[in-house]
């Protein structure tokens, strides 16, 4: 699993976890019996506000998380 935080559960503050590289979901997951991996968009926009106004630039944001998740997972 690429647990996914987003750009503003943990900002701009956050009271449980760290702003910039979250664990929270990752040892819950773990603590469940999943495989966490390591996933550095997991703070990234997914371009949900974007989706509405400019669909180009929003779609080429959550394709590029989602990608990225895929590329990150079992082979």
Same mark, same amino acid.
């Given at each position: 699993?690429?647990?996914?935080?987003?750009?503003?559960?943990?900002?701009?503050f956050?009271?449980?976890?760290?702003q910039?590289n %979250?664990?929270?979901?990752?040892?819950?997951?773990?603590? =469940?019996?999943? $495989?966490? +991996?390591?996933y550095?968009?997991?703070?990234?926009?997914?371009g949900?506000?974007?989706?509405?106004t400019? %669909?180009?630039?929003g779609l080429?944001?959550?394709y590029? =998380?989602?990608? $990225?998740? +895929?590329?990150?997972?079992?082979t």
């Open positions: 699993m690429a647990p996914y935080y987003g750009c503003q559960l943990v900002r701009p956050s009271l449980f976890d760290s910039h %979250p664990t929270t979901m990752d040892d819950i997951l773990k603590a =469940l019996g999943a $495989e966490v +991996v390591e550095p968009y997991k703070t990234r926009c997914c949900g506000s974007q989706t509405g400019l %669909p180009d630039v080429h944001l959550v590029m =998380l989602l990608k $990225e998740a +895929v590329d990150r997972g079992p």
